[in-house]
């Protein structure tokens, strides 16, 4: 049987794509994010290249208000989903 479970490795880097991709088509910089997270720019800079270790909860929902999508959003990919009021 085949496990399709993604590993912790595999969401924190899909996570980090997602949120690369949404700060790009932004043109939002390392430095902007490190601001909202409070993060020097190069601790910033390397959560996003994956030297270092993923995002916590919330600061995944910190990233995503800030971008303006969902942690859902994120953590599936889909970071150009816009935030569907309820």
Known sequence: MENHAASA????????????????????KPADLA???????????KRLDGELPGFGVIELYLVAAW??????ALLVGDSHSERVAV
């Open 9 to 28: 490795e595999q969401v924190a880097d899909r996570v980090a794509a997602s949120i690369r991709a949404a700060m790009a088509y932004q043109k939002k």
């Open 35 to 45: 601001a909202v997270l409070n993060l020097t720019p190069r601790t910033a800079a």
């Open 67 to 72: 971008l303006g999508t969902t942690p859902e």
